[in-house]
């Protein structure tokens, strides 16, 4: 759906450099998500936010940072990458607190 | 914390053919159960979903069937097709935000439909 997009679609980073990826929709929903797809672990979550400025861990929250000054961006920071964190990730989003989640199309990450 | 189990993680079926998938959760407070495809390279899409008050909902071939005295929930794609082959995820909630749980996935089934 391109109420929701993410940038950039694909990156290769070396160990310990940062690295941001970044997350828009356009739908207004109050909800977003960070999700990383791992063969074998289907996905899991790293980092939710409510709303504006309401953030909490999921899953897998090491090793990341989250942000959201505005309701339609929630960029997600790995502060010194490390090769366990190359995977694909994947925004989403949801206009409320139990229902469908909307995926952005994922951003793959090599870190070599 | 929620722990949702899917199997088989592989099916092959032939075209026109039935296609069963089946969960398994943890926690009796989940009350939300929704279905992803993901097709290859592409992000999950939400197929289908289910509340803990209905038993079971149609759309067209597909349909997902829950028991919450089991704490099993299944889909069922009828007359498959082959543009039906993807990896098909579950998934189980209480809600999220403040100190409720999240969406919890299970690690997907991969279904292949022959020609």
């Known amino acids: 759906d391109a109420g929701i997009t993410q940038s950039p679609r694909y990156k290769i980073t070396e160990t310990g450099r940062q690295v941001t990826l970044m997350c828009h929709q356009t739908?207004?929903?109050?909800?977003m998500f960070w999700y990383r797809q791992d063969l074998g672990h289907g996905l899991r979550l790293i980092y939710y936010s409510a709303a504006a400025d309401i953030t909490d861990k999921g899953e897998v929250p090491d090793g990341y940072v989250v942000s959201r000054s505005k309701t339609e961006n929630f960029p997600l920071t790995l502060e010194s990458a490390t090769r366990s964190q190359t995977s694909v990730y994947f925004c989403?989003?949801?206009?409320?607190?139990?229902?469908?989640?909307?995926f952005g199309p994922g951003t793959r990450l090599l870190v070599l | 914390g929620e722990n949702v189990e899917q199997h088989p993680s592989t099916l092959s079926v032939q075209e026109g053919d039935s296609a069963v998938i089946k969960c398994t959760y943890s926690d009796s407070a989940s009350n939300y159960f929704p279905w992803y495809k993901q097709e290859l390279g592409k992000r999950p899409q939400l197929i289908i979903d289910i509340r803990s008050n209905v038993g079971e909902k149609k759309d067209q071939r597909i349909a997902v069937t829950l028991n919450k005295t089991a704490k099993h929930f299944s889909l069922h794609i009828t007359e498959t097709q082959p543009e039906d082959s993807a990896v098909y995820f579950c998934?189980?909630?209480?809600?999220?935000?403040?100190?409720?749980?999240?969406?919890?996935f299970g690690k997907g089934t991969k279904l292949s439909v022959k020609p």
């Open positions: 998934a189980a909630s209480k809600g999220w935000g403040g100190s409720q749980g999240n969406l919890i």
């Open positions: 989403a989003s949801s206009a409320t607190n139990i229902g469908a989640q909307y």
């Open positions: 739908w207004s929903h109050s909800y």
